[in-house]
């Protein structure tokens, strides 16, 4: 099995910054891509993140700029620093890891959740 722990949510006005880490442990052979998505409320998932193996990275429109996301590949960690933070910033944020597992099957798993607050 494996399993990811999210970190480093909470509350900050805007205008401030905040740091997601996610680590992923178990049976892994290799992890692909890792990525972040995050869901308000009462509106669907979406991508706000995306970090290849190699460390080619892609972002949503409405965070560039102003996200930077990176990996410890050592660790099997991904970051998400997040400044200038906005109101509508305001999520569940969830980490996703895409890759195979030490049985050589494809895995994909995704992370507890973790909630951001921002304040106006």
């Known amino acids: 099995q494996v399993q990811l722990v999210e970190s480093g949510g909470g509350l900050v006005q805007a205008g401030g910054s905040l740091r997601l880490s996610c680590a992923a442990s178990?049976?892994?052979?290799?992890?692909?891509?890792m990525g972040w998505y995050r869901q308000a409320p009462g509106k669907q998932r979406e991508l706000v993140a995306t970090?290849?193996?190699?460390?080619?990275?892609n972002y949503a429109d409405s965070v560039k700029g102003r996200f930077t996301i990176s990996r410890d590949n050592a660790k099997n960690t991904v970051y998400l620093q997040m400044n200038s933070l906005k109101p509508e910033d305001t999520a569940v944020y969830y980490c996703?890891?895409?890759?195979?597992?030490?049985?050589?099957?494809?895995?994909?798993?995704w992370g507890q959740g973790t909630l951001v607050t921002v304040s106006s």
């Open positions: 970090i290849t193996s190699g460390g080619r990275t």
């Open positions: 178990g049976s892994i052979f290799r992890i692909n891509a």
């Open positions: 996703n890891i895409e890759g195979w597992g030490s049985s050589l099957r494809y895995l994909e798993v």
